[in-house]
Structure formats: structure tokens, C-alpha cells
């Protein structure tokens, strides 16, 4: 079963506009990471947050993390046309070593 | 480019044949992975190596094989294909114990129809 549970499944704003993903995990991780996918392309690392952190930046993007609701979100600021993309999270469990578990992922469309 | 090369990019199999997935990478990472994508989901995780020499089976192993023929080449074979085997295959690779500071670097994927 997929540990990650995304919502929304897809979400179409405007350019300039801010998207939120959120995502909800099942068991205790060490780390949890967004990736994105262009149509037909394979998948690009985004950002990682570990398990002690709360907050973290990057560019455009900011991902928060609440161990204890277990659940993440990412916040993509002043969405361009380009960002138009599927975004997965992924987590590394406390017990499984490197591997990722992916969530079942939101279909960005940012419309010009 | 320095990367995750798979080959190849699509392939169409008849139910009942075999054939081999060949991944291949570039950056001296010690593990690698290959996933299943299908339409509408995630990735599924069918077979991991964590180093050269061990393999290990993921959440969706049955019906494959794997080969690590050495640090940079791991490779996924259907022995006799099925069309609930028809998806998208994807291959990563991390450096050893840094999946959790860096992430996976994803090959771009091999599409595979079993008619």
C-alpha cells in the first residue's frame, strides 16, 4: 500500500497565483522529500525535509512538516506556466533504510 | 551527461515473452532502484540494490528479476511477461546513506505495453 497520501489528486490555478500540495503519511519517517514530473520525463528531486525539521525553503518553494499530524505540505509562490507538473512526496521510513515510499501525486496545471 | 540512462525508452511485448531493462549510471552511487509507475499512481518500488553484490525485493517483486552486474549497471528482467506488467519503468540511483540528505537521481523511464 503507498504510504503517502496526496490531496488534492489535481489542482489548476492561474500564473502568479500560489499552489499548496499536501501530503499524509502512514508510519514514523526519517525524512520526507517532493519530487516533480514533466509529462512523459522521469521524476526530479525537489526539496527534503528530516524528521526534526519544521519548515524549509528553497527558491520558490516551501515545505513544512508536522511529525505528529504526520502530514507535509508544499507551497509552490508565484506559480508560472512552467511549474505545470505531477509533485510526489516520498518518505523515508525510520525502518527502511534509503528507500523512498511515493505518494499517488497532484497534477499541477498553471494556466498563462 | 552525467545521469540515470535506461534503455529502452519503449518497448511492446507479446504476453509470454521476456526481456531485460537495462539501467545504467554515471555518478559512482553505491544503491539503486527500479519502480513501476502506472497510470494514476505512484511509484511502487519492485527491486532495490543497496550496494554492488545485494538486491533485495521491493513492495511489487513477483514476476521480475534483477541483476546488479556491477556498481554502476542494474538490471530488470521479465522472464515471461504479463499484461498487468504494462507501465512505466523508472531506475534510480543514490550515493550510499545519502538518499536522506540528497534524494534519488531518476533515470526517464522505459514504457512497456504487454499485448
Known amino acids: 500500500s503507498q504510504q503517502g497520501e496526496e490531496d488534492p489528486q489535481a489542482l489548476s490555478i492561474q500564473e502568479g497565483e500560489n499552489a499548496t500540495m499536501n501530503c499524509s503519511y502512514k508510519t514514523s519517517i526519517n525524512n520526507l522529500q517532493w519530487y516533480r514530473q514533466n509529462s512523459g520525463r522521469g521524476l526530479v528531486h525537489l526539496i527534503l525535509i528530516r524528521s526534526n525539521e519544521r519548515e524549509k525553503h528553497s527558491g520558490r518553494l516551501r515545505v513544512t512538516l508536522d511529525t505528529s499530524k504526520k502530514s507535509s505540505s508544499l507551497l509552490i509562490t508565484a506559480s508560472r506556466a512552467a511549474d505545470t507538473a505531477s509533485y510526489f512526496c516520498a518518505t523515508v521510513w525510520e525502518t527502511s533504510g534509503s528507500r523512498l515510499t511515493f505518494g499517488e501525486g497532484t497534477q499541477l496545471t498553471v494556466n498563462p | ?115
Not at chain 2, 34 to 61: F, N
Request: net charge positive; with cysteine; proline share 3%.
Open chain 2, 1 to 115: 551527461n552525467a545521469g540515470v540512462t535506461q534503455t529502452p525508452k519503449f518497448q511492446v511485448l507479446k504476453t509470454g515473452q521476456s526481456m531485460t531493462l537495462q539501467c545504467a549510471q554515471d555518478m559512482n552511487h553505491n544503491s539503486m532502484y527500479w519502480y513501476r509507475q502506472d497510470p494514476g499512481m505512484g511509484l511502487r518500488l519492485i527491486y532495490y540494490s543497496a550496494s554492488e553484490g545485494t538486491t533485495d525485493k521491493g513492495e511489487v517483486p513477483n514476476g521480475y528479476n534483477v541483476s546488479r552486474l556491477n556498481k554502476r549497471e542494474f538490471s530488470l528482467r521479465l522472464e515471461s511477461a504479463a499484461p498487468s506488467q504494462t507501465s512505466v519503468y523508472f531506475c534510480a540511483s543514490s550515493a550510499f546513506g545519502t538518499a536522506s540528505f540528497y534524494g534519488y537521481t531518476f533515470g526517464s523511464g522505459t514504457r512497456l505495453t504487454v499485448v
